[in-house]
C-alpha cells in the first residue's frame, strides 16, 4: 500500500506546479504496472551489449555493472527478478535467476518500459545530469566499500546508485508541464524539493530494500549518525560530501566523514576513492560509445 498519508498531506486545492506534479507522480506510481521511464539512449545500448553470446563470456559483476548503467534499468529489473526471488543487489538476482533468465527480463523490461522524451533537449540535459551524478555516487560507494569491513561493494552501488530515484517520475512527469518544460530552473526546484516523497513511494511499490530507502532519504543529512556499525547511508553521505570539494578541516568534522575516513583500509584517501569513481565513469562512457 502507499503512503496514503503522504498523499493526504498535499494540499488537493493547491493548483501550484508542484503539488500537481506530486499528484502527478503519486497516481502513475499507483498504477499496478507502473515501471520506471528508463533513457533510452542508455538501455538501448545495454539491450546491444546484453546478449546471450555475450552474456555467458563475461563475469557475474561485469554483467551486473551493465544493468545498472541505468538506475531506473536497475530498479525495473531488481522488481521483476524479486517477484520470484528475494534480492538486495543485482549480482545476487542475476546468481539467482540465471544469466539466460536475466537476458530475457533485461529484454522484457526494455520493452515494456517507457522510455525519457530524447527529443526534448532540456530533459535530454536534466537526464544526463541526474544519470552522471547517480552512476557517480553508486561506483564512489562501491569503492568505497570494498575498502571497509563489512559493507558489501554490490549493495553500496544499489544505494549510491537509486539515492536519487525519485527524480526520474518527476523529470518524466514534469516534460509534459509546458510552465516546467520550458523552465528548467521549476523543473529542477522540482526535482529537488519531491524527489525524497516520490522516491519514498517508489521504494513502497517496488518494495526495495530498506537500506536503499534510508540512504535516498539522508542522503545530503550531513549531522546523520548511525546506529548501526555498519550503514550505507553513510557512505552514501561521504560522497556528497567528497564532491563537494569542502576543505579537510570542514569534512572530518561531520560524523560519517570522520567514521569512514577512519576505518579506510591500505592508507586509502577519500578524495583518492572518488577518483577512482571518476575514472569508472569515464570508462562507461567509453562502454557507452562502444
Not at 545495454?46 to 561485469?62: D, K, M, S, W
Not at 531488481?78 to 527480463?105: D, F, Q
Not at 584517501?269 to 562512457?285: N, P
Request: net charge negative; hydrophobic share 40%; with cysteine.
Amino acid at each position: 500500500m502507499l503512503d496514503q498519508e503522504l498523499y493526504t498531506r498535499v494540499d488537493v486545492h493547491n493548483t501550484g506546479e508542484d503539488s500537481l506534479l506530486f499528484l502527478s507522480c503519486f497516481n502513475a506510481i499507483h498504477k499496478q504496472q507502473y515501471k520506471l521511464p528508463q533513457f533510452g539512449p542508455i538501455t538501448d545500448r545495454v539491450g546491444e551489449i546484453f546478449q546471450p553470446e555475450l552474456v555467458a563470456e563475461r563475469t557475474l559483476h561485469e554483467n551486473a555493472k551493465l544493468i545498472q548503467l541505468d538506475p531506473a534499468l536497475t530498479v525495473n529489473f531488481l522488481r521483476m527478478a524479486n517477484l520470484k526471488y528475494n534480492c538486495t543487489s543485482i549480482p545476487e538476482a542475476i546468481a539467482r535467476m540465471g544469466e539466460g533468465s536475466a537476458y530475457v527480463y533485461i529484454h522484457s523490461v526494455n520493452q515494456s518500459a517507457d522510455k525519457i522524451n530524447v527529443n526534448n533537449n532540456l530533459i535530454v540535459q536534466l537526464s544526463l545530469a541526474l544519470w552522471e551524478h547517480s552512476y557517480l555516487t553508486g561506483a564512489f560507494c562501491a569503492i568505497l566499500a570494498s575498502h571497509l569491513r563489512g559493507f558489501d561493494p554490490d549493495k553500496a552501488m544499489l544505494a549510491g546508485l537509486l539515492h536519487d530515484i525519485g527524480s526520474v517520475p518527476i523529470l518524466t512527469t514534469g516534460a509534459e508541464s509546458e510552465e516546467l518544460k520550458e523552465n528548467p530552473l521549476l523543473l529542477d526546484t522540482a526535482m529537488r524539493q519531491l524527489r525524497n516523497p516520490i522516491g519514498s513511494l517508489l521504494c513502497q511499490r517496488f518494495q526495495l530494500p530498506e537500506y536503499i530507502a534510508n540512504s535516498m532519504m539522508n542522503s545530503e543529512s550531513f549531522g546523520y549518525i548511525s546506529q548501526e556499525s555498519i550503514d550505507y547511508t553513510e557512505l552514501v553521505i561521504v560522497a556528497h560530501i567528497a564532491m563537494n570539494q569542502l576543505s579537510e578541516a570542514e569534512n572530518v568534522s561531520l560524523p560519517a566523514y570522520k567514521k569512514i575516513s577512519g576505518n579506510l583500509m591500505n592508507s586509502k584517501t577519500i578524495q583518492g576513492l572518488l577518483s577512482e569513481a571518476k575514472e569508472d565513469l569515464w570508462e562507461t562512457y567509453r562502454i557507452l560509445e562502444g
